[in-house]
């Protein structure tokens, strides 16, 4: 159960903490405990006039040139880089880090004595009456701050809003029927943005908002940065965004859409990894905020309400140092032997992939089977290894994807098979490092065949077991050689010029591809491989963080010169900033001001200034005719109404009004007062 100030969303969006509090974690009606706090932390004052500070903006110059080195980063995602077991005796936890978490091996690129946090949640249901203990070991020995969510939030946040909304949407599917996707469901949204909302509680409670710089990570967490903003108005926030971002012509569809994007301009650098995500999310700012974006010096930036929020485009690579060093275990040779002795000479063409409808894996293997009957030169000698690893869950569409593969992979093994030879093998489960990279090996090509994917890493880690360890092969060492096939709508797609791109749902271009991929001369292939092994090992992981921090903190420089102000409800939450040398006007300055003066010039705008935006009718009402004429009956006065709008109108309306002035048509027309 929710607590009952779970339904107020407004409450919760516009910061109240205390609304957090939910009796249904531990199942009694008393709350959680508070957390003890661990970290020391200094408090700003929220959403009112953070002054500059004097003696931080004078040292503004050298913070910019001294490194990163002495900060500290908090990097939170929906889960944590850990694995957790429970002892097998029943008591207590198990914890080491998991090393496929890319999140992990970030901390590569980032300098070495900058401290690094995770905050997110952990893969196994902790009872509450052992959260305190957890939280405490995790802290102590992996500083990773758990998020823990009740378990009916948490369905509704990741089964639901993430993985039925923001999952499909962003990976261009629109819920045409109930059974595609899931339709937008309120009471969903607001269990995403509750989670968001723990999850900034977690961050908070270990922040030192002047030092720490925040990078957040992917779809689940697009409502944190208003959460954190409304806190602090000068925190350091970084984003990036792993999955697509859709065209403006879909992503408009969704209820919520002016709400995510306000939040996501809540940070100060935003990364995607291609261009064309990035060009999808500027035109929605564009088309649905009225915002655009400048370029300049090759950065680009959006200009919201002061701040410039930065985008970053940079796909993520691999952990080469890791790869390199699983190529060297000893299992992975037998393995290899055994694949080998398994394949007999057949060449092997490799697809690995999660479970999930996006990931084109039918429309793989109906591209096979239709290379085996256009090219029967292949029947016998060619053999489609299909991984596909049941992460993606176990819901309706995946259920009906696995049926749906199972009946093509028997068809084909009907048609082509033969004694000793099944031309589709279909591995159903998650393969150990070792044993993915014994595949890598031995396969010829690899095939991507995902109709959407941020990334998709695959290629790259099989170019690097392609290569290997020079010297592991004793003597003279062959010459490498790889082969790929990728799918154009995926994000590592533009990073791999040697590769060949289909349409995957073309199915005769992509058996003509895979055709083409291993029957391509020796020479070309090795061509082929260097030039991506070139590419792929110099932009590992290290590379991409560090390049991302070097930016955020490149787009926080101005942050401490600023004068902020945070202003509106909700999600409507946004810090205006003004350089130093701007000040804010308050009504008691401006009325002592005009009482001191004998002459004064009063220019005044039309519209959103005498009559409101959002009004339709836009004939000014009694008071503010009658408030113009109170002014200008001061002869100490000289009033004008200055305005793009047409003189016509604006006579019409003023006409009772003799004394004051229009600039029409941004003062192409003008009229002195009458008198
Ligand atoms: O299934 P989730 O827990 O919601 O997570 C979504 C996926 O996250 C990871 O993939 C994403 O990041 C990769 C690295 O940037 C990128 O290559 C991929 O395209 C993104 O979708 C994870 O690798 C997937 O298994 C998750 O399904």
């Not at 985008?311 to 055994?338: C, F, H, T, W, Y």
Request: glycine content about 8%; charged content about 25%; hydrophobic content about 35%.
């Amino acid at each position: 159960m929710f607590s009952r100030s779970y339904t107020n969303l407004l409450d919760l969006a516009n910061g109240n903490l205390s609304a957090l509090d939910y009796g249904g974690s531990s199942g009694g009606g008393g709350g959680r405990p508070p957390r003890p706090r661990r970290m020391q932390r200094t408090l700003t004052t929220p959403g009112t006039l953070a002054e500059l500070d004097e003696e931080r903006a004078g040292s503004v110059a050298s913070d910019v040139q001294s490194s990163l080195a002495n900060d500290r980063i908090i990097v939170v995602a929906n889960t944590l880089p850990v694995r957790c077991e429970r002892r097998p005796d029943g008591r207590g936890w198990t914890f080491c880090w998991d090393e496929d978490s890319l999140l992990l091996h970030l901390r590569d690129g980032l300098p070495e004595d900058m401290e690094v946090l995770y905050v997110g949640s952990l893969r196994a249901d902790v009872p509450a009456a052992e959260q305190e203990d957890v939280a405490q070991a995790l802290l102590d020995r992996f500083r990773c701050v758990p998020a823990f969510l009740p378990k009916d939030l948490s369905d509704r946040f990741y089964h639901g809003f993430c993985k039925q909304t923001l999952w499909p949407l962003f990976h261009y599917m629109l819920p045409f029927t109930s059974d595609h996707g899931g339709r937008f469901d309120r009471s969903n949204w607001e269990a995403y943005v509750l989670a968001n909302k723990l999850f900034s509680q977690r961050v908070i409670e270990v922040l030192n908002p002047e030092d720490d710089y925040i990078w957040i990570h992917d779809y689940h967490l697009l409502a944190l940065p208003s959460f954190l903003r409304r806190r602090f108005n000068r925190l350091r926030i970084g984003f990036f965004l792993h999955s697509p971002f859709p065209s403006s012509e879909l992503y408009r569809s969704l209820p919520v859409r002016d709400e995510i994007l306000k939040s996501l301009l809540n940070c100060d650098l935003i990364g995607f990894h291609t261009f064309d995500y990035a060009r999808h999310f500027l035109s929605c700012c564009s088309r649905m905020l009225g915002i655009e974006y400048q370029s300049k010096r090759g950065y680009i930036g959006l200009d919201y309400f002061g701040r410039t929020v930065g985008i970053k485009i940079m796909p993520v690579g691999i952990n080469m140092m890791q790869l390199k060093s699983q190529l060297q275990l000893p299992d992975l040779e037998s393995r290899v032997a055994e694949l080998r002795k398994q394949f007999n000479g057949k060449t092997v063409l490799l697809g690995v992939d999660d479970l999930d409808i996006f990931k084109g894996i039918n429309l793989k293997i109906l591209a096979f089977e239709h290379m085996l009957k256009t090219h029967p030169k292949w029947q016998g000698r060619a053999v489609l290894v299909q991984i596909a690893n049941p992460r993606g869950g176990s819901g309706k569409d995946v259920q009906g994807l696995k049926a749906e593969i199972e009946e093509s992979c028997t068809r084909i093994n009907e048609q082509f098979g033969r004694s000793g030879y099944s031309p589709v093998e279909l591995v159903n489960r998650t393969l150990s490092s070792v044993e993915r990279m014994a595949y890598y090996t031995v396969a010829e090509c690899v095939v991507v065949t995902a109709v959407r994917d941020g990334m998709n890493l695959t290629p790259y880690e099989y170019i690097v077991c392609r290569q290997g360890i020079p010297g592991l092969d004793g003597g003279d060492a062959p010459k490498r050689k790889s082969m790929l096939v990728v799918s154009e709508f995926i994000g590592c797609s533009p990073s791999l010029s040697g590769a060949i791109r289909v349409n995957p749902w073309n199915i005769d271009t992509t058996a003509e591809a895979m055709n083409e991929s291993i029957a391509l001369s020796e020479n070309e292939n090795q061509l082929r491989h260097e030039k991506h092994y070139r590419y792929v090992s110099t932009h590992d992981v290290a590379y991409w963080s560090k390049s991302y921090i070097h930016d955020l903190e490149r787009s926080c420089r101005d942050h401490f010169r600023r004068r902020c102000w945070g202003i509106g409800l909700g999600f409507g939450f946004r810090v205006v900033a003004l350089d130093r040398n701007f000040k804010k006007l308050t009504v008691d300055s401006i009325v002592a001001d005009y009482k001191k003066s004998n002459s004064r010039v009063i220019l005044l705008d039309y519209d959103g200034t005498l009559v409101p935006q959002t009004t339709i009718n836009r004939t000014p009402n009694e008071t503010v005719v009658n408030i113009m004429n109170a002014l200008c009956a001061d002869k100490k006065n000289v009033v004008f109404i200055v305005s793009g709008r047409g003189r016509s109108s604006l006579e019409k309306w003023f006409n009772s009004c003799p004394e004051l002035g229009i600039a029409a048509e941004h003062g192409y027309f003008m009229r002195y007062a009458l008198t």
